[in-house]
């Protein structure tokens, strides 16, 4: 009887844990525990707008006072005449160099000859004309193509100001005038007293074939980025801008903007205005600020 009775409570007691061990393995799953509060957020400015030289403006407030953070501009621009007139002057260019090469080859075999016909020489006289004019044709053509490289450069320019600014930035860039490139075979004296703005590169974007836009997107350290300036220089000395062009002679500086981090309150509301591109152009924007706060904060 014992015996029968020990049995069956070692039965039960085997059930028992079985039912335990299967409950431990209960393969549901506990609720989602709700997201932790974010140190960071970014903030949408400006969607897809279209620019053509207007005053954008992205209004946004700020959860707590900003650590560190950036803001980013992607810009993008459809080919106008302007911009394929600069592309066809490339094109020209291309090909009369290697009609040049070809010229340079055969005028080399020409004189390597031990001896020279009258019919060589003849050819050899042709083909050394033929090179000087090509030349010329060259330097006329990158004079024009710089030129045309200034001025696309200045009409799809971005820039950059925040809140009640008086003044616009042109981050990334210098102020290039018609005393740039010297007196002599200036190609830039249409510009006179003005000056314009070059180094962003925006118009020579790469080329979508599906869309027809060119874009480029640019990144600013709100803590500091630098900007085109008519006169104003590094008490160590000239910041030497690494788009200079090789081709001038003098150019301005830059100078650094650092007070867009500590300006941006939080509470309160601010605005950064973009412009890009001009009045006739087909232009667009599309801008964020990433921003770091100093504690946790969630919206």
């Not at 193509?145 to 100001?161: G, I, P």
């Not at 788009?243 to 601010?270: C, S, V, W």
């Not at 973009?274 to 770091?292: N, P, Q």
């Amino acid at each position: 009887m014992k015996n029968k009775l020990t049995i069956g409570l070692m039965a039960v007691s085997l059930l028992m844990a079985a039912l335990v061990f299967t409950a431990c393995e209960d393969e549901r799953e506990l609720p989602v525990a709700p997201p932790a509060d974010i140190y960071a957020e970014t903030i949408v400015l400006v969607e897809d707008a279209t620019a053509n030289g207007q005053d954008l403006r992205g209004t946004f407030t700020l959860l707590d006072e900003v650590m560190d953070g950036f803001i980013t501009v992607a810009c993008f621009l459809q080919p106008d005449g302007a911009l394929d007139y600069y592309e066809e002057v490339g094109g020209e260019l291309d090909v009369l160099r290697t009609e040049i090469e070809d010229i340079d080859i055969e005028i080399i075999n020409l004189e390597l000859l031990e001896i020279l016909t009258h019919e060589d020489s003849l050819r050899l006289d042709s083909l050394q004309t033929a090179k000087a004019e090509k030349e010329v044709a060259v330097g006329i053509n990158e004079a024009l193509r710089d030129s045309l490289d200034s001025w696309l450069d200045d009409r799809f320019k971005l820039s950059v100001w925040m809140d009640s600014d008086t003044v616009e930035y042109y981050p990334g860039a210098i102020f290039l005038d018609s005393t740039s490139l010297g007196a002599d075979g200036n190609p830039m004296t249409y510009l006179g007293d003005q000056a314009v703005v070059w180094g962003q590169g925006f118009y020579q974007a790469p080329f979508d074939s599906t869309s027809g836009w060119r874009g480029r997107t640019v990144q600013l350290d709100i803590g500091e980025f630098w900007v085109a300036d008519g006169g104003w220089d590094l008490a160590e000395g000239a910041y030497h801008h690494p788009a200079k062009p090789e081709r001038a002679a003098r150019y301005t500086n830059q100078y650094p903007i650092r007070d867009f981090l500590e300006r941006m309150a939080p509470g309160g509301t601010h605005t950064i205005h973009f412009r890009f591109g001009a009045a006739g152009l087909t232009t667009k924007v599309t801008a964020s600020l990433y921003v770091v706060y100093r504690t946790a904060v969630r919206r």
